[in-house]
T-cell receptor, first 115, second 114 residues
Framework: NAGVTQTPKFQVLKTGQSMTLQCAQD?????MYWYRQDPGMGLRLIYY???????DKGEVPNGYNVSRLNKREFSLRLESAAPSQTSVYFC??????????????FGPGTRLLVL | AQTVTQSQPEMSVQEAETVTLSCTYD???????LFWYKQPPSRQMILVIR??????QNATENRFSVNFQKAAKSFSLKISDSQLGDAAMYFC???????????FGTGTRLQVFP
């Protein structure tokens, strides 16, 4: 199993450009999440999806949109990138069953630089 | 609102020694989970250990163990026989059972010296 995968690993954007970060999981998890991590801070939740077809705002949703394409995939879109969105973005997923139910597993992260 | 506090921005330990990282949290809930995640320079977030609040026994995973004090709302991580590969950022996190949100502390950077 690959677990949680993210593409791209690194991206440079100019202010105003748009892009979509892709995330996929092969663990048959229902819930998926997008976080951002800034220097000196823990991870902050941007959006999450408790199940296919549903999405909800997290702590810092402004400037982002998400799509839960199917059970495996959850994408994050920046419509008009701003320098304040320079960050490392993590996707995560979790399920409710098993020894580690309700435990989030993370992808490797996408480092985004907005100039 | 629930909060997680890691009061040690940086810690250091000698190889083979033991180190304890502190975490406190604030919640009015009684059923929840607590986690420690490790983030090495690769930036990958790796689950180290998980504790369920209704279990009195402290969780252990090989060289990693926790001291869970529910009344004091304290959840410290003890790393025994520290290794160079343990050098990383460590994040404490809280999750109320049955909810989707994971709340992170600001992290502790652990350095391991040979």
């Amino acid at each position: 199993n690959a677990g949680v995968t993210q593409t791209p690993k690194f991206q440079v954007l100019k202010t105003g450009q748009s892009m979509t970060l892709q995330c996929a999981q092969d663990m048959n998890h229902n819930s998926m999440y997008w976080y951002r991590q800034d220097p000196g801070m823990g991870l902050r939740l941007i959006y999450y999806s408790a199940s296919e077809g549903t999405t909800d705002k997290g702590e810092v949703p402004n400037g982002y949109n998400v799509s839960r394409l199917n059970k495996r995939e959850f994408s994050l879109r920046l419509e008009s990138a701003a320098p304040s969105q320079t960050s490392v973005y993590f996707c995560a997923s979790d399920g409710v069953r098993g020894r580690f139910g309700e435990t989030q597993y993370f992808g490797p992260g996408t480092r985004l630089l907005v100039l | 609102a629930q909060t997680v506090t890691q009061s040690q921005p940086e810690m250091s330990v000698q190889e083979a020694e033991t180190v304890t990282l502190s975490c406190t949290y604030d919640t009015s809930e009684s059923d929840y989970y607590l986690f420690w995640y490790k983030q090495p320079p690769s930036r990958q977030m790796i689950l180290v250990i998980r504790q369920e609040a209704y279990k009195q026994q402290n969780a252990t995973e090989n060289r990693f163990s926790v001291n869970f004090q529910k009344a004091a709302k304290s959840f410290s991580l003890k790393i025994s026989d520290s290794q160079l590969g343990d050098a990383a950022m460590y994040f404490c996190a809280y999750r109320r059972k049955g909810t989707d949100k994971l709340i992170f502390g600001t992290g502790t950077r652990l350095q391991v010296f040979p």
